[in-house]
């Protein structure tokens, strides 16, 4: 199936920090159809430099992000759920961020734009949801930072989730994730072409860009599966370079990755998104994780990885047992795989299966506005 | 529907017997979570397993049950008092390396354990090792000396002790020799106990 990104517009959205933005386009995209009582919709909610286009072929033949999760008879089924996929906000891939014209202004926002959180990004989706005229998802579901923002539906309005599926997430960045992303952006205002934000018609800084995707990229894998897929290897040479060329597949590869993200993300949005992962914690307001989990009626799929160490299962259970201990419906596994945080995306066999008989249960089981738990 | 015609196991028949309509239940070692779905078909229960296999996790998923991925020993501290009105054991009690404290945990967060294991003063067991010399090896104790999950050998009348020695109070207690139920002398004659047990 080709799908087709659509916008919406709205007027204002208060923002966590104060400010207010006006004048936001969003980009979405969905999947399957609608039924008539509205209480099959789902909301896929990307990861940090994921987009709209979750699934299905786009126009330039791109397949979605998560094409292997979405579709007929897959985890999220098309043939009996009506799926939402929405671009963030901060993000570039056409919902309001800093690389959009800031209304009356004539140039784009840069570091003018408002630093944002993930339940501004929430918020913004509620309005969407709103919007298509949904009263109550089936589920909102997400890997990584999607994850974030499934624990923030099921927080901020508990009364639209009737489920909830955080996948290799957290409730709050640890200090070695925060400082995985402060590297990232490190490298790219270091770059002199970074300009202060303000390199929209000019030189992009490819160079900071491509070196915070690199770090990305191995903190997305494991040592195993980078065993696996480079070793030692040479790229294509018999003998070190003695300089410094590149000499490991495992050089060429990500330096490949991270001058092909250059091309596809706004080094703006980077700095901007990676913050708003940074600033989460879901128990920020309330005396424990547990105590500001206490609003949520969902009923929870927790799912972690094995060889995840960006996100580790020991995050995962943190939230399993702080909705266990206020006694909330919630499952929890810790699926096998050597992929590292990229499982969610790569590895989905087990995943697919336990998804689809959680929603199954969820759809038979769908409670309308009755709040339990 | 019997469940025993649809689980193929009699100690579930007699679980299933002890628990009313619309009970909050957890199953501790609840592998593919068929003792729960049926509880929730035929008892309309509010259910939840702990299992810790990964396979059969998914599996209890796929079922519909609501399943942590945990080891049991550890993973009952985080539930509220009383957040049961049922806690199941079944034929976990021997494979637990602190059978007690577990059974104090269950009694916390439960107003009843129903607790199911395999007799080993059956005199089956008896003639087992009385005759061949070695560790017993019946149909219910199937495994060799190395490979036994089981820590904790424990009879009837061991058990009967701990009540007494904790304090718990018997609300029920049944026994199985085959699929027959009732023995007369059951600590030799009953393979499997069952029992219902509140603080």
Same mark, same amino acid.
């Given at each position: 199936m080709t799908t087709e990104t659509q916008f919406a517009r709205f007027d204002s959205l208060p923002l966590d920090s104060g400010e207010t933005l006006r004048d936001l386009q969003v980009a979405y995209e969905t999947y399957g159809r609608l039924n008539?009582?509205?209480?099959?919709?789902?909301? +896929?909610?990307?990861?940090?430099?994921?987009?709209?286009?979750?699934?299905? *072929?786009? %126009?330039? &033949?791109?397949?979605?992000?998560?094409d292997n999760m979405i579709g007929p008879g897959k985890a999220f089924d098309t043939e009996r759920h009506f799926i939402i996929c929405t671009n963030v906000l901060g993000g570039c891939r056409g919902t309001t961020g800093p690389s959009s014209d800031e209304p009356g202004a004539g140039r784009p926002y840069g570091l003018r734009f408002p630093g944002i959180t993930i339940s501004d990004m929430v918020r913004l989706q509620k309005l969407l949801v709103d919007h298509l005229g949904i009263p109550r998802l089936l589920a909102v579901s997400g890997g990584s930072m999607g994850g974030m923002q499934a624990l923030e539906w099921a927080v901020a309005y508990p009364e639209s989730v009737e489920a909830c599926i955080p996948i290799a997430s957290t409730a709050r960045h640890s200090a070695q994730q925060i400082a995985f992303n402060e590297t990232g952006r490190q490298a790219i205002m270091?770059?002199?072409?970074?300009?202060?934000?303000? #390199?929209?018609?000019?030189?992009?800084?490819?160079?900071?860009?491509? $070196?915070?995707?690199? +770090?990305?990229? *191995? =903190?997305?894998?494991?040592?195993?599966?980078?065993?696996e897929k480079f070793g030692r290897r040479l790229r294509n040479r018999e003998e070190f370079s003695y300089a410094f060329e590149v000499d490991f597949e495992v050089?060429? #590869?990500?330096? #490949?990755?991270?001058?092909?993200?250059?091309?596809?993300?706004?080094?703006?949005?980077?700095?901007? *998104? =990676?913050?708003?992962?940074?600033?989460?914690?879901?128990?920020?307001?309330?005396p424990s994780l547990a105590a500001s989990l206490e609003r949520a009626t969902s009923r929870f799929l927790v799912i972690s990885f094995t060889s995840d160490w960006l996100y580790p299962s020991y995050q995962s259970q943190e939230i399993v047992n702080a909705l266990r201990s206020r006694n909330h419906d919630v499952t929890y596994c810790e699926l096998s795989s050597n #992929?590292? %945080?990229?499982?969610?995306? +790569?590895? $989905?066999?087990?995943?697919?299966? *336990?998804?689809?008989?959680?929603? &199954?249960?969820?759809?038979?089981?769908?409670?309308?506005?009755?709040?339990?738990? | 529907m019997q469940v025993r015609e649809v689980l193929g196991r009699s100690?579930?028949?007699?679980?299933?017997?002890?628990?009313?309509?619309?009970?909050?239940?957890?199953?501790?070692?609840?592998?593919?979570?068929s003792l729960l779905e049926w509880l929730k078909a035929n008892k309309k229960v509010e259910a939840r397993g702990v299992e810790l296999k990964r396979e059969l996790v998914q599996q209890a998923i796929s079922r519909g049950v609501t399943v942590y991925q945990g080891d049991l020993e550890n993973s009952l501290k985080e539930y509220p008092?009383?957040?049961?009105?049922?806690?199941?054991?079944?034929?976990?009690?021997?494979?637990?390396r602190q059978p007690l404290q577990v059974l104090q945990e269950i009694l916390r967060i439960g107003r009843y354990a129903i607790v199911a294991f395999p007799n080993f003063g059956h005199w089956r067991v008896r003639l087992s090792h009385l005759f061949s010399g070695g560790a017993p090896r019946t149909k219910l104790f199937p495994y060799g000396w190395h490979d036994s999950p089981n820590v904790h050998f424990l009879t009837i009348e061991d058990f009967e002790e701990s009540t007494r020695d904790q304090r718990w109070t018997v609300e029920k207690r049944m026994f199985l020799s085959g699929h027959t139920r009732g023995t007369a002398m059951p600590n030799l004659m009953a393979e499997v106990a069952v029992y219902l047990l509140r603080r």
């Open positions: 008539e009582s509205r209480t099959n919709a789902i909301l +896929v909610l990307h990861a940090f430099t994921g987009d709209a286009h979750a699934a299905g *072929i786009d %126009h330039d &033949g791109k397949p979605g992000w998560w270091m770059d002199p072409d970074f300009a202060g934000g303000d #390199y929209y018609g000019g030189k992009l800084p490819a160079r900071g860009l491509s $070196v915070a995707r690199m +770090v990305g990229h *191995i =903190t997305y894998m494991s040592d195993e599966s980078m065993r050089e060429s #590869y990500l330096r #490949y990755r991270g001058s092909q993200f250059v091309g596809r993300f706004d080094a703006n949005s980077y700095l901007y *998104i =990676t913050k708003a992962m940074d600033y989460f914690d879901l128990s920020a307001d309330a #992929y590292g %945080h990229d499982a969610f995306l +790569v590895d $989905v066999g087990e995943q697919t299966e *336990i998804v689809k008989g959680f929603l &199954g249960r969820c759809q038979r089981e769908f409670r309308g506005g009755v709040a339990c738990k | 100690d579930y028949a007699l679980i299933s017997e002890l628990i009313p309509e619309g009970a909050r239940v957890l199953d501790l070692g609840c592998g593919d979570g008092d009383g957040a049961f009105d049922y806690v199941i054991l079944s034929q976990t009690l021997q494979e637990l």
